[in-house]
């Protein structure tokens, strides 16, 4: 399968405690986006990645939140001291470079805090 | 404040009916509007996509309609069938920069055999 996959699928924790998602794009996509997705909503953008550079954060992103792409290839999105409120899915996607706009998601990881 | 809203909230057709879910943007800078589908536990995958040169692209059963001056654009999605159900997301992103979505709030759609 060489879509854009995330680890792990599902994440429980304590209220507190701090998480790590990874995001693997699919190959040659220099362009890496996380988006949060809460029940019955729609997904927001949190950030965006080109190669290793993080060039845009949504207001959402909390200090508590913290992004990398440290080789311009797979990404890692951290919450430390999670709250009840980051309960969601989080969402991963990846895009070529050039003009072609389709960003291609992954399966997404759910985040429960308890 | 809400850059794309998405109507109706839920909708449910008969097989073989057609299925119209709106949607109407306010940022007149954003160019590039597609529509995503996703089911449960898994991740939004593209249906079909538009540019505002055009007033409507067809894909199979598939297609959007787009009216510049009203800001709005739908999906139509003839003769449904009960494996369209699913939950359907319009989008909208600006040509430059980071392209990010700016998404619906989503349909949810039933297609009753």
């Known amino acids: 399968d060489t879509g854009v996959s995330q680890n792990p699928r599902h994440k429980i924790t304590k209220r507190g405690q701090n998480v790590t998602f990874r995001c693997d794009p699919i190959?040659?996509?220099?362009?890496l986006y996380w988006y949060r997705q809460t029940l019955g909503q729609g997904p927001e953008f949190l950030t965006y990645?080109?190669?290793?550079?993080?060039?845009?954060k949504s207001r959402l992103l909390s200090d508590r939140f913290s992004a990398e792409r440290p080789k311009g290839s797979f990404s890692t999105l951290e919450i430390q001291r999670t709250e009840q409120g980051d309960s969601a899915m989080y969402l991963c996607a990846s895009r070529p470079a050039g003009a072609q706009e389709t960003q291609y998601f992954g399966p997404g990881t759910r985040l429960l805090v308890l | 404040q809400q850059q794309v809203k998405q109507s109706p909230q839920s909708l449910i057709v008969q097989k073989g009916g057609i299925s119209i879910i709106n949607c109407a943007y306010e940022n007149t800078a954003f160019d590039y509007f597609p529509w995503y589908q996703q089911f449960p536990g898994k991740g939004p995958a593209l249906l079909i996509a538009i540019r505002p040169d055009v007033s409507e692209k067809k894909e199979g059963r598939f297609t959007i309609s787009f009216n510049k001056s009203a800001k709005q654009f739908s999906l139509h999605i003839m003769d449904s069938q009960p494996g369209d159900s699913a939950t359907y997301f319009c989008a909208a992103s600006r040509g430059m920069g980071a392209q990010k979505l700016v998404f619906g709030q989503g349909t949810r759609l039933t297609i009753n055999p």
């Open positions: 190959s040659e996509h220099n362009r």
């Open positions: 990645f080109q190669n290793e550079a993080q060039l845009e």
